[in-house]
């Protein structure tokens, strides 16, 4: 079975609002198939509610979770990653526009909170994580980062 969540938005609605519709529902299927492994799919801001979906499953000892699927995964808010490193020529999310971004979905919340910016998570325990992303995207230092991160907490991706 496949499911899509329509999940609340910013700015009208701001962190944590759509990461806790998403956590719902999938507390929901896995109350509903209980002997089922999930599969959690998302790109760019979705792929960062997905990370933080899993990171939330992780902390309340769900262990259903197969493994994580991320197109160009937006990890960090702080503004912590240089992401004009290389020559980017990304027609949909422009290094400029990140601070929008954050000023519309953080609001109040720490930008180092590790569901606003899942580059301060910890990725023990991580399910195993398939990124893909062109190096032409602002959201490519993003995905490097990521796979770096969870190289090194020896997760299979």
Do not use: Q
């Amino acid at each position: 079975k496949t499911f899509t969540i329509d999940y609340r938005l910013a700015p009208e609605n701001k962190f944590p609002a759509g990461l806790k519709d998403c956590f719902g529902v999938y507390r929901a299927i896995s109350r509903k198939y209980p002997d089922s492994k999930i599969v959690i799919v998302g790109e760019s801001a979705g792929a960062n509610l997905s990370i933080g979906v899993a990171l939330k499953a992780k902390d309340a000892g769900f262990n259903n979770i197969s493994s994580v699927i991320l197109h160009s995964p937006f990890i960090d808010f702080s503004g912590s990653i240089e992401r004009n490193r290389s020559l980017i020529n990304d027609f949909t999310v422009k290094e400029g526009c990140l601070k929008a971004l954050e000023d519309i979905y953080v609001g109040a919340a720490d930008v180092k909170n590790k569901f606003v910016s899942p580059l301060y998570a910890s990725y023990d325990g991580f399910p195993a994580t398939f990124i893909t992303c062109d190096v032409n995207e602002t959201l490519y230092a993003d995905s490097m980062i990521l796979y770096e991160k969870l190289t090194y907490a020896n997760v299979n991706s």
